[in-house]
């Protein structure tokens, strides 16, 4: 498996940053536009439809169409871990789907000073015959999530 970390420092309160990722909108305003995403469902545990705080549990069925090439993706991505304390939280989530045999992503918020450090780190492997080159999603990753924080600064970021 390969392991893709990428952190920033954000000139915002630490409530701010986990309460933008603790819903839907957070995801969809951090997803690259060329990705082509779009959520099919939001359900809890339990099956039923929430449109709040996601939360342990939580599975998101969302369908992308990155550059519109081949044919769309289905992802289910559920809510693994979550736990917020005063200074520190991290929620983890698992995505099902092509082409990854497995995706795990973890996302840590850090309170430093007055800012937040976000720390993202997916734990992955391709499928298949692709398995051995895995690492060579890391441009991908690296361009994807640089998109990532710098949507982030553009939407949280306080002078």
Same mark, same amino acid.
């Given at each position: 498996?390969?392991?893709?970390?990428?952190? &920033?420092?954000?000139?915002?309160? *630490? @409530? @701010?940053?986990? #309460?933008?990722?603790?819903?839907?909108?957070?995801? %969809?305003?951090? =997803?690259?536009?060329? +990705? #082509?995403?779009?959520?099919?469902?939001?359900?809890?545990?339990?099956?039923?439809?929430? !449109?709040? @705080?996601?939360?342990?549990?939580?599975?998101? +069925?969302?369908?992308?169409?990155?550059?519109?090439?081949?044919?769309?993706?289905?992802?289910? &991505?559920?809510?693994?871990?979550?736990?917020?304390?005063? #200074?520190?939280? /991290?929620?983890?989530?698992?995505?099902?789907?092509?082409?990854?045999?497995?995706?795990?992503? =973890?996302?840590? /918020?850090?309170?430093?000073?007055? !800012? =937040?450090?976000?720390?993202?780190?997916?734990?992955?492997?391709? %499928?298949?015959?692709?398995?051995? *080159?895995?690492?060579?999603?890391?441009?991908?990753?690296?361009?994807?999530?640089? +998109?990532?924080?710098?949507?982030?600064? !553009?939407?949280?970021?306080?002078?």
């Amino acid at each position: 498996m390969a392991i893709f970390t990428k952190s &920033v420092r954000l000139n915002s309160d *630490f @409530e @701010e940053v986990w #309460n933008f990722h603790s819903t839907i909108k957070g995801l %969809e305003h951090l =997803t690259p536009s060329w +990705m #082509n995403l779009e959520i099919k469902s939001i359900k809890d545990s339990s099956g039923k439809k929430i !449109k709040g @705080e996601l939360v342990t549990g939580s599975q998101i +069925m969302a369908k992308i169409h990155p550059f519109h090439i081949g044919s769309p993706i289905i992802w289910d &991505v559920q809510i693994l871990e979550r736990e917020k304390q005063q #200074n520190s939280a /991290f929620f983890k989530d698992h995505v099902s789907g092509k082409p990854f045999q497995r995706w795990v992503h =973890t996302h840590t /918020f850090l309170k430093q000073e007055g !800012k =937040t450090v976000l720390i993202d780190q997916v734990d992955y492997k391709l %499928e298949g015959l692709l398995g051995p *080159f895995s690492l060579l999603c890391l441009p991908l990753f690296w361009a994807m999530f640089t +998109m990532r924080q710098y949507q982030l600064r !553009k939407l949280l970021d306080r002078p």
